[in-house]
């Protein structure tokens, strides 16, 4: 069984430019997940996607960032404009369910996307 | 105060040695906990996923789970080089509110293994 793929892998951009980060979760997963750890940081959450509806969107820092799951398969998160405080690695993670009365259930990483803003 | 809290360590433990990785954590109400590794430059691996008060053992891993004192401890038995890398515990969001696939991670503990 394929585990999460991300893409690219890595990218340098320049600041104000935009970058698409992609995700395609484990297959039959309906739960994907969007982190960031940046430099020194812990890794922390920005979004929960249930198919392709938004969960929670809390940990998304500003409106330039954008993220869509087309159809509940993969997803795409979109970086416009970008600024410097955008480095880091941006994990996708995704989990098959969610026990109800438990909460999070086991989720799965990606390989992640180095971002670099210069 | 961070609502996870881990040693960031480093560690240091001899081969065939017991690892022993603790971790708090500020929200009473979380019900999942859960363990990653993640080597240098890779994504986190999850290792152990916990619910229950207790313990829960795989293999040369056990995790050790008590709300009242919302404490979470991985204890890796005969330790080996291999094992060296950061171990990340992870707490998930509180069950019945919109946040509630969410993982709250702490910063990590080194972990490194010598011959």
């Known amino acids: 069984e394929a585990g999460v793929t991300q893409f690219p892998s890595h990218s340098v951009i320049e600041k104000g430019q935009t970058v698409t980060l992609r995700c395609d979760p484990i297959?039959?997963?309906?739960?994907l997940y969007w982190y960031r750890r940046v430099m020194g940081k812990e890794i922390k959450f920005l979004l929960h996607f249930v198919k392709e509806s938004k969960q929670d969107e809390s940990g998304m820092p500003n409106n330039r960032f954008l993220a869509e799951r087309t159809g509940g398969t993969y997803s795409t998160l979109k970086v416009q404009p970008a600024e410097l405080e955008d480095s880091g690695v941006y994990f996708c993670a995704s989990s098959q369910f969610l026990i109800l009365g438990q909460g999070a259930y086991e989720q799965y990483f990606g390989p992640g996307t180095r971002l670099t803003v210069t | 105060q961070k609502e996870v809290e881990q040693n960031s360590g480093p560690l240091s433990v001899p081969e065939g040695a017991i690892a022993s990785l603790n971790c708090t954590y500020s929200d009473r109400v979380s019900q999942s906990f859960f363990w990653y590794r993640q080597y240098s430059g890779k994504s986190p691996e999850l290792i152990m996923s916990i619910y229950s008060n207790g313990d829960k053992e795989d293999g040369r891993f056990t995790a050790q789970l008590n709300k009242a004192s919302q404490y979470v401890s991985l204890l890796i038995r005969d330790s080996q080089p291999s094992d060296s890398a950061t171990y990340l515990c992870?707490?998930?969001?509180?069950?019945?509110?919109?946040?509630?696939?969410?993982?709250?991670f702490g910063q990590g503990t080194i972990l490194t293994v010598h011959p």
């Open positions: 992870a707490v998930g969001g509180t069950a019945g509110g919109t946040s509630y696939g969410k993982l709250t």
């Open positions: 297959s039959g997963h309906d739960n």
